[in-house]
T-cell receptor, first 110, second 114 residues
């Protein structure tokens, strides 16, 4: 059965810490992996990854995909309270179909 | 600004009373999705339209129907809502290209069933 697993389920850190969020998947006909940030509203897009080993970077956030080991990580450096959110990983397969993981809840304490 | 709009933002309906949620987009995207998100769970895809082509997920209950009268609008009809249907309903759009399948989400409609 296809699935997307994120870890940890929740995380509490202090401002300035660096965090690594994990997403592993077992999906047939993989096409892409996407990371979203969800606060008290709909998810907002962060990154889309299709190729192994190529890091995507946006400010303090970066992400990389390993298609051999079937996982991706999302790194956030120098965390801020505004980074507190649920981070969702979604894997696309066979065209327009997506599976979402259950998310990692990140809380950044001042 | 181009966007995905969902109305209403909050909907309260009675057990068994049909309800319709609406989604409109100004992005001119050809794919529209409906997701159901319950508390502390990931969004679950209910169905999607690729242009007028309707694609239903195998485990979407028959109680859920959808209509897409034109490119801009898509509706989610719940024929006989049960207490278990209380959730956030998210509409999303995308315009797949060879390099991007990014989805744009609306703000969601929170459905309460009494």
């Amino acid at each position: 059965e296809d699935k997307v697993v994120q870890s940890p389920l929740s995380l509490v850190v202090h401002e300035g810490d660096t965090v690594t969020l994990n997403c592993s998947y077992e999906v047939t006909n993989f096409r892409s992996l996407l990371w979203y940030k969800q606060e008290k509203k709909a998810p907002t897009f962060l990154f889309m990854l299709t190729s192994s080993g190529i890091e995507k970077k946006s400010g303090r956030l970066s992400s990389i995909l390993d298609k051999k080991e079937l996982f991706s990580i999302l790194n956030i450096t120098a965390t801020q309270t505004g980074d507190s959110a649920i981070y969702l990983c979604a894997v696309q397969f066979t065209g327009n179909q997506f599976y979402f993981g259950t998310g990692t809840s990140l809380t950044v304490i001042p | 600004d181009a966007m995905v709009i969902q109305n209403p933002r909050y909907q309260v309906t009675q057990f068994g009373k049909p309800v319709t949620l609406s989604c409109s987009q100004t992005l001119n995207h050809n794919v529209m999705y409906w997701y159901q998100q319950k508390s502390s769970q990931a969004p679950k895809l209910l169905f999607h339209y690729y242009d007028k082509d309707f694609n239903n997920e195998a485990d979407t209950p028959d109680n859920f129907q959808s209509r897409r009268p034109n490119t801009s609008f898509c509706f989610l009809d719940i024929r006989s809502p049960g207490l278990g249907d209380a959730a956030m309903y998210l509409c999303a759009t995308s315009s797949p290209t060879w390099y991007s399948y990014e989805q744009y989400f609306g703000p969601g409609t929170r459905l309460t069933v009494t």
